[in-house]
């Protein structure tokens, strides 16, 4: 078993916790099982601000762009928003037939938890509603 911690300047704090079991069952088979997390703290920070494009008069055509209404993002504004968790799992068994020849399967499951994307859909939906971004019915803030 190990464990770690770590400080990011300006920003959260990194940990992570990883162990491993190891079963042996005669001289033939063993299972051994691992599980892990790790923590990376954020460091990225979304200040207030509105942003808006101004509107295009047309150039030697006859379509302008209009502009877009201001869009603040308010909602959104905080600190080291970018943090990400990850974990996961193996379990493995290895069967020994002889000295050359051995057998192993393993299963593996892991999982990553970023705040950032949630953050991002959440202000590229707010821009949306705004009439900055255009809805492309691709889902929520795509």
Do not use: E
């Amino acid at each position: 078993m190990n464990a770690g911690y770590g400080i990011t300047a300006a920003g959260d704090p990194n940990n992570n916790v990883n162990a491993v079991l190891n079963l042996p069952f005669g001289d033939n088979f063993a299972l051994r099982g691992v599980i892990f997390t790790d923590h990376h703290g954020g460091y990225i920070s979304n200040v207030s601000d509105t942003i808006s494009v101004p509107g295009v008069p047309p150039l030697q055509g006859p379509i302008p762009r209009p502009g877009s209404p201001p869009a603040p993002n308010a909602g959104v504004v905080g600190s080291n928003l970018n943090t990400v968790q990850y974990g996961g799992a193996r379990l493995s068994a290895l069967y020994k037939f002889s000295d050359d020849w051995t057998c192993s399967c393993s299963r593996t499951t892991s999982a990553s938890r970023p705040t950032a994307t949630s953050t991002t859909t959440r202000s590229t939906r707010t821009a949306a509603a705004l009439g900055a971004v255009p809805d492309r019915g691709l889902g929520p803030g795509l």
